[in-house]
C-alpha cells in the first residue's frame, strides 16, 4: 500500500517536471554533448572531419596566444571576485544588521535595480565615465587636480576590471545578505556577554557563520566574469580579449568549431574545478558549524 | 549600541550605491544633452534624440522583434518552471535533486557557452536564425529565475488548504485550478516580469541566434561604434532604464503582496 502510494506521488512527481527537463534535454544538454563531441574531431576546411584526435586539446594547452587569454580571464575574473565580494560585504552586513526590519526590501530593491537595467548600455558608460576625455578625466582636470588625463584606467585590463566589479556587485550582495540573516542573534550577544570584544565578537561568530553566503557570493560572481563576452569587446575594443571573444572568433570568424568547442569545454572544466574547491571549501565550514 | 560604528557604514553603503547608479545617473543627463559628444562640460537641453529616436525604422523593427521575444520567452519560461516548481516542492520522486539542479544550470552556465554550443547545433542541423532560435535560447536563460521564483511561491503554500479542496470533491486539476492558482497568482506575475526583463536586456544569445534580425540590445551594440549615434542611444537607454524599473516595481508589488497572502516575510524570493 505505502508503496502504490510511492509509486503514484513519484509517478505524478516526474510527469510534472518531464516537460521543463525535456526542454533543457534538448536546448541544453544535446549542444553542450555536441560541442563536447566537436572538441575531439579534426577541423577540416569548411567542415569537421570525424577523425578523433586530442589536437584541439594539446593546442588549448600549449598555444601562447590561448595561455595569456586564459590567464587574463582567470585574473580578471579573481580580482573582480575579490573586489566585489569585500566591497559587498559591509553593505549586506550594514542592511542585515543596521537598517529596521521593514525598510530591508526597500534596501534589496534599490541594490537590485541597476542589476536590471540594460547591461551594454551600462558598460559603454563606464567607458565614457573612464575614457580620455570622461568624467572621470575631464571633472579631475577641471578641478585642477590632475594636468594630463589618467591614462591607468583608458581601455584596458583595469577598466575592465571596474566595469565588471559595478556590473557583478549585486550578485555579492545578496547571498551574503542571506547569510547574515539567518544568524542567530542571541549568538552575537552570547559572544559579547562571554567577554569577547565587538571585533572578536565578529571574526569568530559572525564571519564563520556568514562564510556559505560569502562563498555562494564568490562563484555567483566568478563564473559570469570569467565567461563574459560584452566588458572585454566594448571596453577593450577587442584588442583585450578574454575566453569568451577567444571561443566566439575560434568557433565564428576562424570556422574553427573544433577549437572553439575545446575551448568551451577547457571553460567549463575550470569553471567546474573553481566551484568543486569552494563547495567544498563551504561544507567544511558547515561542519565547523555543526 | 554603537552610534558612530553604525553611521560610518551607513556612509559607505550610500557611497556604494552611489557607485551603483552612477552610469544609470549619467544616462539621462547625456539623452537630454544637445552636445553630440559623450563628454562634460554639458551644451545645453534638448529633447532632439528622443524624436530622432521615434523615427528610426531599424530601431522600431528591433523593438517589435524584442517584444515578441520578451513576451514569447517569458510565458514559455513561465509554464515551464511551473511546472518544474511544483514537482520539485510538492513531490518527491527519485531524480528530483538531479533533474532541477540541471533545469537550473544556466544560471551558472556562461551564456556565450549556452549561446555557441546552441548556434554550433542549429546551424549543423540547418535551421534558418531567426527570432524563432531567440525565443529557445532565451527561454532556457528564463526559466531558472522563474523557477526560483516560483519555487518560493509554491513551497509556502499550505498544502492542507488542497486537501480541504479534494475532500469537498474537487478534482485534482479543480483544486488546482481553484486553490493552488490563485494562491500563486502573485508568484507568477512576477516570474513573467522577471523574465520578461531579462529576455529584453539579453544580448549574448540575441546576438548569435538572431541572424539578420535587430533585438534592441543587437541594434545598440552595432550603433556603439559610431559616436554620432550615441545621444540616441542614450535616449533610448533612459527610456529602456524606465521601463524596466517601472516592471520591477509591479513584479515586487505583486511579489510582496504575493507573500503576504501566504504570510510569507517581505523579504526573501530573489530579492
Known amino acids: ?46 567542415e569537421v572531419l570525424r577523425e578523433l584526435t586530442l589536437d584541439n586539446y594539446l593546442q588549448v594547452l600549449t598555444d601562447p596566444i590561448v595561455r595569456v587569454v586564459m590567464m587574463r580571464s582567470l585574473i580578471v ?26 525598510k530591508k526590501a526597500m534596501w534589496l530593491f534599490l541594490i537590485t535595480i541597476p542589476f536590471w537595467t540594460s547591461y551594454l548600455i551600462r558598460v559603454f558608460l563606464w567607458k565614457v565615465i573612464l575614457g580620455y576625455n570622461g568624467v572621470v578625466n575631464s571633472s579631475l ?59 572578536m565578537t565578529f571574526w569568530r561568530v559572525t564571519l564563520p557563520l556568514a562564510m556559505p553566503g560569502v562563498i555562494a557570493a564568490v562563484l555567483i560572481v566568478f563564473i ?43 571553460t567549463m572544466l575550470i569553471v567546474a574545478v573553481v566551484s568543486l574547491i569552494f563547495l567544498a571549501l563551504n561544507r567544511r565550514f558547515l561542519r565547523v558549524r555543526q | 549600541m554603537n552610534r558612530s560604528r553604525g553611521r560610518g557604514l551607513q556612509a559607505y553603503a550610500v557611497l556604494y550605491l552611489l557607485f551603483l547608479y552612477a552610469p544609470i545617473l549619467l544616462l539621462p543627463i547625456f539623452a537630454f544633452n544637445s552636445g553630440t559628444i559623450i563628454a562634460f562640460p554639458l551644451q545645453g537641453v534638448t529633447t532632439e534624440w528622443f524624436a530622432q529616436m521615434w523615427g528610426n525604422a531599424t530601431l522600431r523593427r528591433a523593438l ?64 534558418q536564425l531567426s527570432i524563432l532560435t531567440v525565443i529557445l535560447g532565451h527561454t532556457l536563460i528564463c526559466m ?27 478534482s485534482r486539476w479543480g483544486a488546482f485550478r481553484l486553490v493552488t492558482l490563485p494562491l500563486v497568482m502573485p508568484g507568477i506575475i512576477s516570474a513573467l516580469l522577471i523574465s520578461f526583463t531579462i529576455s529584453l536586456d539579453e544580448f549574448i544569445i540575441a546576438f548569435f541566434l538572431a541572424g539578420t ?25 533612459t527610456v529602456l532604464v524606465v521601463i524596466s524599473v517601472v516592471l520591477l516595481a509591479i513584479g515586487e508589488y505583486f511579489r510582496r503582496r504575493g507573500n503576504a497572502r501566504i504570510g510569507g516575510s517581505p523579504t526573501g524570493g530573489l530579492m
Open chain 1, 77 to 102: 575574473a579573481g580580482v573582480v571576485t575579490l573586489a566585489t565580494v569585500l566591497l559587498a560585504f559591509p553593505v549586506a552586513y550594514y542592511v542585515s544588521f543596521m537598517v529596521r526590519p521593514e
Open chain 1, 141 to 199: 582636470t577641471g578641478l585642477g587636480i590632475i594636468d594630463e588625463p589618467l591614462t591607468f584606467i583608458l581601455y584596458n585590463v583595469n577598466s575592465i576590471v571596474i566595469t565588471l566589479a559595478h556590473a557583478y556587485a549585486p550578485f555579492a550582495i545578496l547571498p551574503i545578505f542571506v547569510a547574515l540573516e539567518k544568524i542567530d542573534r542571541s549568538l552575537l550577544e552570547a559572544g559579547r556577554d562571554l567577554g569577547e570584544s565587538r571585533a
Open chain 2, 64 to 127: 517589435t522583434n524584442s517584444l515578441t521575444i520578451a513576451v514569447s520567452a517569458s510565458i514559455l519560461a513561465t509554464c515551464l518552471g511551473v511546472f518544474a516548481a511544483r514537482a520539485s516542492t510538492r513531490f518527491t520522486f527519485p531524480g528530483r535533486g538531479g533533474m532541477t539542479g540541471f533545469i537550473m544550470l544556466p544560471m551558472v552556465l556562461p551564456e556565450i557557452i549556452v549561446a555557441m554550443s546552441l548556434l554550433v547545433v542549429l546551424l549543423g542541423l540547418g535551421v
Open chain 2, 213 to 237: 534580425e535587430p533585438t534592441l540590445p543587437t541594434y545598440i551594440f552595432s550603433q556603439l561604434r559610431f559616436p554620432r549615434a550615441i545621444p540616441v542611444i542614450m535616449a533610448l537607454g
Open chain 1, 1 to 46: 500500500m505505502a508503496r502504490a502510494k510511492l509509486d503514484a506521488e513519484a509517478r505524478a512527481g516526474l510527469s510534472l517536471i518531464a516537460p521543463p527537463f525535456l526542454y533543457a534535454l534538448l536546448i541544453l544538454a544535446a549542444p553542450l554533448l555536441t560541442i563536447l563531441a566537436y572538441s575531439f574531431l579534426t577541423d577540416g576546411y569548411l
Open chain 1, 224 to 266: 559570469p566574469t570569467i565567461g563574459d563576452y560584452v566588458t572585454p569587446e566594448v571596453i577593450g575594443g577587442g584588442k583585450i580579449p578574454m575566453i569568451a571573444n577567444l571561443i566566439q572568433v575560434q568557433m565564428l570568424a576562424l570556422d574553427n568549431r573544433p577549437l572553439g568547442s575545446a575551448l568551451a569545454v577547457t
Open chain 2, 144 to 170: 531558472p529565475y522563474a523557477i526560483a521564483i516560483l519555487s518560493t511561491a509554491f513551497s509556502s503554500l499550505d498544502r492542507s488548504l488542497e486537501e480541504a479542496a479534494y475532500d469537498l470533491g474537487e
